[in-house]
């Protein structure tokens, strides 16, 4: 329309195309596709190490689940402790279908989503007029419960024994007798949450997504239903951790309350990864599962005998140490120092 | 349909407990007309504002938008039939950019984001902030961001416009700069509302006033009129005495 003309302002150039000062999605997607790059090579160096493939396995399992998490805990702010029951949502799903009635787990990924999906919408109608702490106690709450009616209906979930997934090797199983095939699927994952929240991100629902977290009165006013929205970013948050759930249950072959819906291990993990790499960065999440997963194996082979719980306190320490001197993650933290000091033409 | 009203109160009422910030106010304005709202702290201007824009529901009277009742719309529903407003302090979304806060506003009427960000930046360029796009609105100057949250309202594409003390705090040119913005706005079509504490800036719009003390209207007119009744002088000298 109106062509705004181009002005030299303090050796600054700027035009009137808008979407020159933002990052598109294609440039998004670019970084993903280098980021898959470097999977690959991961991939190849470690191929014959399967201690060193599980850990790349839950690293990008986990990193894909916070990544996520972050659509709606980080860029729309709602701080969910309940994301366990979308996970046990999505594990559950696939595992009954695989179970019962011998579907491939690669088909019950659709179920899951849309199982994990109603359940969240179901639960997050009535939490999301809770703010701020009092929705996080909510989620933390609705953990619990889900912990309760899992042991409970044991013909869905095999109660507190379990359900075991039985071991019939076959890509149509998704059951592997090496570990390189879940490593390849895993990082399928995260590729996929990555560019997921992505395009999110940058779309009008990421965009308000942000505004609902920065501001519900401002966001109101310029027409966004924020109910609607934070509905919406949770949808796509619980789908996609639904997913998630079903590829550990057949990684694990294993489905039990504590393993699915422990609070430590799963219902706050996905926000302490993204709390320490940074929240509501693109990013940040992968970051912080780098970080953490790696870090908690090793904690676990060389503390695990000797100080039971020494694990828990190492990462309970490292998230003190970010709350008290970088509140914005890795990811933030680096974006920061990059705003001060490499873009200071822009100022 | 030329003389509907854009805009009218009907015995709009808000009481607080025992307050009744807003009691009983009745006014109409026609589009494109221009209204500024004076009177001390505490009158009720900014409470009128959080009715008419849905923030607070009404304790008794209505709203009326073109005709139609909108007394129980929310806010959301009430920008989308072209309300838009800023906050008397200031609501800009300060990790964003400037062009970000812009296209929040402007996505409601486009859904993708290249033309959300083309409009944004069209607006940013007509309140004099295009060079500022890629800059976060938390180091923006006040004046700037003042400007920020009118483009906001603006990217809506809303054929009603109120401001809450958007002048406050700004220096004699930058006062000037948005004095000029707004009889721009005005001019193009706009229905403006302006709460205004300053009374060199009502003198210089020259357009309809209406006072207003404790919750009431005190006073309804054009400034010269409304600025030599002895009940407004006596409001804001009662004022300064303080
Ligand atoms: N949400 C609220 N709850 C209780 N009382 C309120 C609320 N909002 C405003 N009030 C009270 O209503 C009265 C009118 O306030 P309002 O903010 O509308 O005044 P104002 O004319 O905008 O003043 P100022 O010039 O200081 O901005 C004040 O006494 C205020 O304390
Ligand atoms: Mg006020």
């Given at each position: 329309m109106s062509k705004i003309e181009a002005t030299e302002l303090g050796g600054r150039r700027t035009t009137g195309k808008g979407d020159r000062h933002i990052t598109s999605l294609a440039t998004e997607l670019l970084r993903i596709a280098g980021l898959a790059g470097l999977f690959a090579i991961a991939l190849v160096v470690l191929r014959d190490d399967p201690f060193l493939l599980n850990i790349l396995a839950y690293t990008c399992l986990f990193g894909g689940l916070a990544t996520s998490w972050n659509i709606i805990g980080g860029f729309g702010g709602q701080f969910s402790l309940g994301h366990g029951v979308f996970f046990a949502a999505g594990a559950y799903t696939t595992a009954n279908l695989y179970f019962h009635f011998g579907i491939s787990p690669w088909l019950t990924l659709i179920p899951a989503v849309v199982v994990a999906s109603a359940v969240a919408l179901?639960?997050?109608?009535?939490?999301?007029?809770?703010?701020?702490?009092?929705?996080?106690?909510?989620?933390?709450?609705?953990?619990?419960?889900?912990?309760?009616?899992?042991?409970?209906?044991?013909?869905?979930?095999?109660?507190?024994?379990?359900?075991?997934?039985?071991?019939?090797?076959?890509?149509?199983?998704?059951?592997?007798?090496?570990?390189?095939?879940?490593?390849?699927?895993?990082?399928?994952?995260?590729?996929?949450?990555?560019?997921?929240?992505?395009?999110?991100?940058?779309?009008?629902?990421?965009?308000?997504?942000?505004?609902?977290?920065?501001?519900?009165?401002?966001?109101?006013?310029?027409?966004?239903?924020?109910?609607?929205?934070?509905?919406?970013?949770?949808?796509?948050?619980?789908?996609?951790?639904?997913?998630?759930?079903?590829?550990?249950?057949?990684?694990?072959?294993?489905?039990?309350?504590?393993?699915?819906?422990?609070?430590?291990?799963?219902?706050?993990?996905?926000?302490?990864?993204?709390?320490?790499?940074?929240?509501?960065?693109?990013?940040?999440?992968?970051?912080?599962?780098?970080?953490?997963?790696?870090?908690?194996?090793?904690?676990?082979?060389?503390?695990?005998?000797?100080?039971?719980?020494?694990?828990?306190?190492?990462?309970?320490?490292?998230?003190?140490?970010?709350?008290?001197?970088?509140?914005?993650?890795?990811?933030?933290?680096?974006?920061?120092?990059?705003?001060?000091?490499?873009?200071?033409?822009?100022? | 349909m030329s003389d509907a009203t854009a805009l009218a109160a009907e015995n709009l009422t808000k009481r607080f407990g025992g307050l009744t910030a807003v009691g009983g106010l009745n006014f109409s304005l026609r589009r494109g007309d221009l209204l500024s709202i004076i009177g001390p702290n505490g009158a009720g201007k900014t409470t009128l504002f959080n009715l008419l824009t849905g923030q607070h529901p009404p304790s008794d009277g209505r709203v009326i938008h073109e005709g139609r009742d909108i007394s129980a719309l929310a806010p959301e529903q009430r920008a989308r039939l072209g309300l838009g407003r800023t906050f008397q302090i200031s609501k800009t979304l300060t990790s964003m950019t400037a062009l970000e806060n812009v296209m929040i506003g402007a996505f409601l009427h486009r859904g993708k984001l290249a033309a959300a960000a083309e409009h944004a930046m069209h607006i940013l360029d007509r309140v004099g902030l295009a060079r500022r796009a890629s800059v976060r609105a938390g180091t923006l100057t006040l004046s700037e961001r003042r400007r920020l949250e009118i483009a906001r309202a603006l990217a809506l594409d809303c054929s009603v416009l109120l401001l809450d003390e958007v002048m406050a705090g700004l220096n004699q040119r930058e006062v000037d700069d948005v004095i000029g913005l707004v009889r721009q706005l005005h001019a193009e079509g706009l229905t403006v509302l302006v709460i205004e504490h300053n009374l060199k800036v009502v003198r210089a719009f020259e357009n309809r006033v209406i006072v207003m003390d404790f919750g009431r209207m005190i006073a309804d007119g054009t400034p010269d009129k409304v600025l030599s009744d002895p009940q407004v002088v006596e409001a804001y000298l009662g004022k300064k005495a303080e």
């Open positions: 179901a639960v997050s109608w009535p939490t999301f007029r809770l703010k701020g702490p009092f929705f996080a106690i909510a989620t933390l709450a609705l953990n619990e419960v889900a912990f309760v009616l899992a042991n409970y209906f044991d013909g869905l979930t095999g109660g507190p024994r379990g359900m075991m997934l039985p071991f019939r090797a076959g890509f149509e199983n998704m059951v592997f007798t090496s570990k390189l095939p879940y490593a390849i699927i895993m990082i399928g994952f995260l590729l996929v949450t990555l560019v997921t929240a992505a395009i999110v991100l940058r779309s009008r629902l990421g965009y308000y997504l942000q505004a609902v977290r920065l501001d519900e009165d401002a966001a109101r006013s310029v027409g966004i239903g924020v109910l609607r929205v934070k509905l919406m970013g949770m949808a796509v948050s619980a789908g996609l951790t639904g997913v998630g759930g079903s590829l550990f249950a057949m990684y694990i072959r294993y489905v039990d309350p504590p393993t699915l819906l422990s609070i430590q291990d799963v219902g706050v993990r996905f926000l302490l990864i993204s709390l320490i790499g940074g929240v509501g960065t693109l990013y940040g999440p992968l970051a912080g599962a780098l970080l953490i997963v790696p870090l908690e194996f090793q904690l676990r082979a060389t503390l695990g005998s000797a100080l039971p719980g020494g694990n828990l306190m190492v990462l309970g320490a490292l998230l003190v140490i970010f709350a008290l001197f970088m509140r914005k993650g890795l990811v933030g933290t680096v974006s920061d120092i990059w705003d001060r000091y490499g873009r200071r033409r822009d100022e | -």
